[in-house]
């Protein structure tokens, strides 16, 4: 029944993040949000009356949100780079690999580390990619919360892309 998620905006329209469907359905029944959009072929039904199943809410009150940025970790790496080895494409075993290894002063940063298949990454050894003749199939980059949650926040609802910028 609730197997699906619900983009919620902040009182600017920005999007702010994706929730199941009972947390968008706690903030529109307590009136902390109004619904945008909602799924025209579903609603949920009380034995008193029956209320659309929300794609889009929008906070009612202004939420301040610090600067948002996407938390530096290994599952968001391999979502970063759609879990592929940015040196050979390959999708088993994957790990992550410093760019430039860290006793060489490389550090643990979105620009330095990528997803590399066991393989690749022994191949690659103590070296740079230069230096092992290895080149990236793409260059590594700090994700922008809109884009991260456009592009790696799973099943993109066509309500939902005007306010992710598609």
């Not at 993040?17 to 609603?43: C, G, Q, T, W």
């Not at 006793?103 to 230069?130: F, I, M, Q, Y």
Request: proline fraction near 6%; aromatic fraction near 10%; glycine fraction near 4%.
């Amino acid at each position: 029944m609730f197997d699906v998620n619900v983009l919620i905006l902040n009182q600017d329209y920005q999007p702010l993040n994706v929730v199941d469907v009972r947390k968008s359905l706690m903030l529109l029944f307590l009136d902390k949000a109004e619904l945008i959009h909602d799924y025209p072929d579903r609603s949920i039904r009380t034995v008193m009356s029956d209320y659309q199943y929300p794609s889009v809410i929008r906070l009612k009150k202004y939420a301040r949100v610090p600067f948002r940025f996407i938390v530096l970790s290994r599952k968001n790496v391999l979502k970063r780079d759609g879990n592929k080895c940015q040196y050979c494409g390959s999708t088993r075993d994957l790990t992550i690999d410093h760019i430039i290894p860290r006793s060489r002063g490389g550090d643990d940063s979105w620009e330095n580390l990528v997803t590399a298949c066991n393989r690749c990454n022994n191949k690659k050894g103590n070296r740079t990619p230069r230096e092992a003749q290895m080149p990236l199939l793409s260059k590594p980059y700090r994700p922008s919360h809109i884009v991260f949650l456009r592009d790696y926040g799973g099943r993109i609802e066509d309500s939902w892309k005007p306010y992710l910028y598609m």
